[in-house]
């Protein structure tokens, strides 16, 4: 996996497409809930599953399919009526991008088994083919090791620059709001 911190500046850079001040805050949350939520199967080594399996570390709860019925989940659970200054649509295609780019994040890690994207359909897993991301370790305390130093340099490196630019290059290219001068 990549740290949870990488996957929620994923997320929140995501959101940069939709973002106007009036958007209720509760997305980004949403989205930033989302885009961890996937790691939860880690508690699955406790009780025995194995990394391999379709509850398994990257497993089912990696796909596309997770990520189409958390959605699902979370627009029943949090924004049955929608969400202030967002359509449901749209809010709809943040939450599942948000998750789903856990996946694709992990996939381009250089460690552990691939990703079962297309779960339950192919239970196979897949790593993209560029793997630049510096596994990070199962273990919380682990992260807080001389290794974890290079894993976060890694992460800063390959998630939260690229996110960065492609935040501020949407800021930069949004059409302005039409500005008080312009009412009648
Ligand atoms: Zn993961």
């Given at each position: ?53 379709f509850?398994?570390?990257?497993g089912f709860?990696?796909s596309?399919v ?50 079962a994207?297309f779960s339950p359909?192919?239970n ?61």
């Amino acid at each position: 996996m990549a740290s949870a911190f990488s996957h929620v500046v994923a997320a929140l850079s995501l959101g940069t497409c939709l973002y106007r001040p009036e958007v209720s805050k509760r997305v980004w949350v949403a989205g930033a809930v989302c885009s961890v939520i996937p790691d939860l199967d880690v508690v699955g080594f406790r009780f025995g599953i194995r990394y391999a399996d379709f509850w398994g570390h990257r497993g089912f709860t990696h796909s596309l399919v997770f990520a189409a019925l958390l959605t699902g989940v979370v627009m029943f659970v949090c924004f049955r009526h929608g969400a202030p200054g967002l359509g449901r649509l749209p809010l709809s295609a943040y939450l599942f991008l948000a998750t789903a780019s856990h996946g694709v994040l992990d996939a381009m890690t250089n460690g552990g088994l691939g990703v079962a994207f297309f779960s339950p359909f192919n239970n196979g897993r897949y790593f993209l083919p560029w793997r630049p991301i510096r596994v990070s370790p199962l273990s919380f305390g682990r992260f807080f090791s001389p290794q974890g130093y290079l894993i976060l340099k890694s992460e800063l490196l390959w998630i939260w620059l690229p996110a960065a630019v492609f935040a501020l290059t949407v800021l930069m290219l949004r059409p302005r709001q039409p500005g008080a001068t312009a009412v009648n």
